[in-house]
Every structure is written in structure tokens, then in C-alpha cells.
């Protein structure tokens, strides 16, 4: 009789270890469920007693369902497929105010800040004014002048490139990239084929091909603070500017000397100081600055052997942005993570 009670109990103790999990999913589930029903009740009083703010409330509730969807669709995916995925022990501290880490290797954000904020997006334009101006396929050696409609009458700011300043095509989309030279920029979508109105017209079409539907370009240059764009959305543009080899060359080329238009020889240098550290590995790089834009920063990096996106934007102070992309690159080294080698040439 002993010996059947036994075989008993232990057949219950079966049962209930298989089906611990899906129960334990099931309550993960209920929590998160319920989480989120409380959240939108909260704001839902709050917007009630603030008419004023209903919209908003509403806006919050979503953004936070979606966020809650979102990552509980990752996970889900991720222990699906057994991926060895990056496993990070906490969130880094970036100061700057929109922010996006992505991992190429698994096609999925690492760390987001209001990655969907539309916002001002400075020089980082410059990119996909290169990438247009390559994709018209011009005589890269056919030499192109600075003119007077290359000036900034909008912000006002100063270039060392004058009037009648003189160079091949692929010298100023150097100078364009890797020192961020607004005259430069101007005069290459000035000579792009139908003129600056047909090149920012096929910047804006190229964002809509890239599947950046949050994206407007105004000018060229960035100088224009109508130019904006989101996080999520150039981490799209940046990689689709790492398939461009003299995008690639130009962004991460530290300094580089020309003849300037009085014979005296001017040097200049990357505005992203990262591209001269040894301990860095980055496949494209651009800053950016404007007073409605701040600092911004975006790279494609490797790092431990992991191909990143970085988007910084909107940072105070000159040093922000590139602390904080130190601060990428300390925390996805510090963390627990195996990959498999993926790099591009």
C-alpha cells in the first residue's frame, strides 16, 4: 500500500514540474497585461481632471503597450530560436536626450530613448547627400567651385572654403564628410543633375526607399533645422551608407590636407575625434550641430566584434556625444555576450 502512495506522489510532483513553465509564462503574461491596464487607467484619470492633456495621456498609454509588446515579441523570438543574443547586466548612462544602440548581428535594438522623437538632425544630412550624389554616378574627378549661392545666409557660419574655391567632385564630398564643410555640401548638390532642387528632392525620395517615413530633408548641408528625422530611422540610413566604400573612407578619415584657393595648404580634421582612437573600429561616421539640433553623433562601429549602430542626438556640451559612445562601448564590452565574427569590407 506504502509503495502505491509513493508512486502516487510522485507522479503528482511530475506533473506539476511540467507545468511550471508554461504557467510561469502564463503569469508573466498576466503581469505585464496588468501592468499596462493600470498605467492606462492612471493616465486615464489624470487626462480626466486635465483635458488639456488627453491626447497625450493617450499617446503615453500606447507608446508604453507598444514598448511592452515589442520587447515581450524579442524575448519570445530570441528563446525560440535559441539565438545567442547580447545580454547586457544593466542599461549604460547616456546623457544624451534621444538615443539608440543597435545590434546588426541580430537586427534588433540594444538600448532605445525616445528613439521615434522626431528632432532636428544638423549635419548628420550630409550622409544621405552623399549617398545621393553617388548614386547619380557623376565624374567623381570633374572639378566643381565654391559660388556665391553656396554661402550660409541662414545661420551665418563660417567656412574656410571661399568664393571660387576649386576641387574635383570626390575632394569636396571629402571635405563635405569627414570635416563637415557646408560649402562643400552646397556646391556638390548644386552641380547633382536638375540642381539642389532635384538633389534634396532625391534625398527625400531615398529616405522613403530606406523606409525612414519620419524624415524630412530641407537643404543639403543640415543647416536648415526643418531637416529631421528620428533614431530608429537613421539607424536605416546609416547602414545604408556603410555600402558605400568613399562614404566609408571619407567619415573615418582622421585629417587630410588640400591646396586652398591662395596656394596655402589647409589641413582638415574629422569634427568625430573617435575616428584617430586605436580602440576604436568604425565603418561610418558623422556629427552634426546646430543650436535647435545640439550635438549629435551617429557611427557604425564594431565592437567586440559585434557590428553596432550608434544614434546620439541632441546632446549639451561638446564632449556629450562622444562620451557618451565611450559609454556604448565600455557597457557592450562589460557585458555578457557571445557572437559569432560578422564583419563587412
Not at 34 to 62: F, G, I, M
Not at 70 to 77: L, N, W, Y
Amino acid at each position: 500500500m506504502k509503495k502505491y502512495i509513493l508512486i502516487g506522489v510522485l507522479s503528482c510532483f511530475a506533473m506539476v514540474a511540467q507545468a511550471s513553465e508554461p504557467v510561469a509564462q502564463h503569469h508573466a503574461k498576466h503581469v505585464a497585461h496588468h501592468h499596462v491596464k493600470h498605467a492606462a487607467v492612471r493616465h486615464a484619470h489624470h487626462a480626466h481632471k486635465h483635458p488639456s492633456r488627453v491626447a497625450r495621456a493617450k499617446h503615453e498609454v500606447v507608446v508604453k503597450h507598444e514598448s511592452v509588446a515589442e520587447e515581450s515579441r524579442v524575448a519570445a523570438k530570441l528563446l525560440a530560436s535559441g539565438d545567442e543574443a547580447f545580454q547586457p547586466a544593466s542599461s549604460p548612462k547616456l546623457l544624451s536626450s534621444i538615443a539608440l544602440i543597435y545590434d546588426e548581428q541580430s537586427q534588433r535594438p540594444l538600448y532605445t530613448k525616445k528613439p521615434d522623437a522626431v528632432a532636428p538632425i544638423a549635419s548628420i544630412t550630409k550622409l544621405m547627400t552623399a549617398m545621393v550624389v553617388l548614386d547619380a554616378k557623376p565624374d567623381l574627378n570633374e572639378e566643381i567651385s565654391v559660388d556665391v549661392a553656396d554661402l550660409d545666409s541662414l545661420k551665418g557660419t563660417h567656412s574656410r572654403l571661399g568664393v571660387g574655391t576649386t576641387f574635383t567632385r570626390t575632394e569636396m564630398l571629402r571635405l563635405a564628410l569627414m570635416s563637415s564643410e557646408n560649402r562643400a555640401a552646397s556646391a556638390l548638390a548644386r552641380s547633382y543633375p536638375g540642381g539642389t532642387v532635384a538633389a534634396v528632392a532625391a534625398m527625400n525620395a531615398k529616405a522613403r526607399k530606406l523606409g525612414m517615413l519620419n524624415t524630412t530633408f530641407r537643404d543639403p548641408t543640415g543647416l536648415n533645422s526643418a531637416n529631421v528625422s528620428t533614431a530608429r530611422d537613421l539607424v536605416k540610413m546609416v547602414a545604408a551608407a556603410r555600402n558605400y566604400a568613399l562614404i566609408h573612407q571619407y567619415t573615418t578619415t582622421a585629417t587630410h590636407s588640400v591646396e586652398g584657393i591662395s596656394g596655402r595648404e589647409l589641413t582638415f580634421n574629422n569634427t568625430n575625434p573617435l575616428v584617430k582612437s586605436a580602440s576604436w573600429d568604425i565603418g561610418v561616421s558623422k556629427t552634426g550641430f546646430i543650436n535647435e539640433a545640439g550635438r549629435c553623433l551617429v557611427m557604425q562601429a564594431q565592437i567586440r566584434q559585434r557590428p553596432v549602430i550608434i544614434v546620439l542626438l541632441d546632446s549639451v556640451g561638446k564632449s556629450t556625444r562622444v562620451g557618451d559612445a565611450n559609454r556604448v562601448k565600455k557597457w557592450i564590452e562589460s557585458s555578457n555576450t557571445h557572437t559569432r565574427v560578422t564583419r563587412r569590407g
